[in-house]
């Protein structure tokens, strides 16, 4: 069965400082790996996601992740934080083959000015 | 309109109601999910659909029942709910069953069990 786990429910960053959250997973097969974002009343979107190739993934509005297969981790950056970045933000993996996407439990983004 | 559309985007019911979700998608996507989100728990899938039929039942309780006509609409019959089921419901579609497959996700339904 997969798993996901995201360190921190909670994090707080100034503007301009960098985002780094993290997500480490386990899977008995090479996973599909997903970043979603979910701003106040909305529901998620999709920031990123890695299938194969390029272990170092870009993604919407500058975050970027790299999936470390070592590691079992796909942790989310941004060099620079900006007030809009704060919202709720989802790791996810799933199997090749499935239509299960587990999710994370989330960690949710302040940005202080 | 475009994207994934659900109603009403608030819902306040007694235990004894009987009420409806509806999720809709003008994507021309063929798979649709019904997924709970709760306070303090990750996102549970609990119902998929493929083509119309039902493919996946994450071991939803019968109190929710859901319905899909057709591959832009899904229903989520709600009736003799317990207060523990007030959540944020959200629909989602894609346009297949597969792993790499992007969900889009609609704003959610918030459900209050009173």
């Known amino acids: 069965a997969q798993s996901v786990t995201q360190l921190g429910s909670h994090v707080s960053v100034s503007e301009g400082a960098l985002v780094l959250l993290r997500c480490n997973y386990s899977?008995?097969?090479?996973?599909?790996l997903f970043w979603y974002v979910q701003y106040p009343n909305q529901g998620l979107q999709l920031l990123l996601k890695?299938?194969?190739?390029?272990?170092l993934v870009k993604g919407i509005n500058g975050f970027e992740a790299e999936f470390k297969k070592s590691e079992t981790s796909f942790h989310l950056t941004k060099p620079s934080a900006h007030m809009s970045d704060a919202a709720e933000y989802f790791c996810?993996?799933?199997?090749?083959?499935?239509?299960?996407?587990?999710f994370g439990g989330g960690t949710r983004v302040l940005v202080k000015p | 309109e475009t994207g994934v559309t659900q109603t009403p985007r608030h819902l306040v019911m007694g235990m004894t109601n009987k009420k409806s979700l509806k999720c809709e998608q003008h994507?021309?996507?063929?798979?649709m999910y019904w997924y709970k989100q709760s306070a303090k728990k990750p996102l549970e899938l609990m119902f998929v659909?493929?083509?119309?039929?039902?493919?996946e039942n994450n071991s939803v309780p019968s109190r929710f029942s859901p319905e899909c006509p057709n591959s832009s609409h899904l229903f989520l019959h709600l009736h003799t709910l317990q207060p523990e089921d007030s959540a944020l419901y959200l629909c989602a579609s894609s346009p297949e069953i597969s792993g790499a497959n992007v969900l889009t996700f609609g704003a959610g339904s918030r459900l209050t069990v009173l």
């Open positions: 994507l021309g996507h063929n798979a």
């Open positions: 899977s008995s097969v090479p996973p599909y």
């Open positions: 996810a993996v799933s199997e090749a083959s499935g239509n299960k996407l587990t």
């Open positions: 890695y299938t194969t190739g390029a272990t």
């Open positions: 659909y493929n083509f119309k039929e039902q493919t």
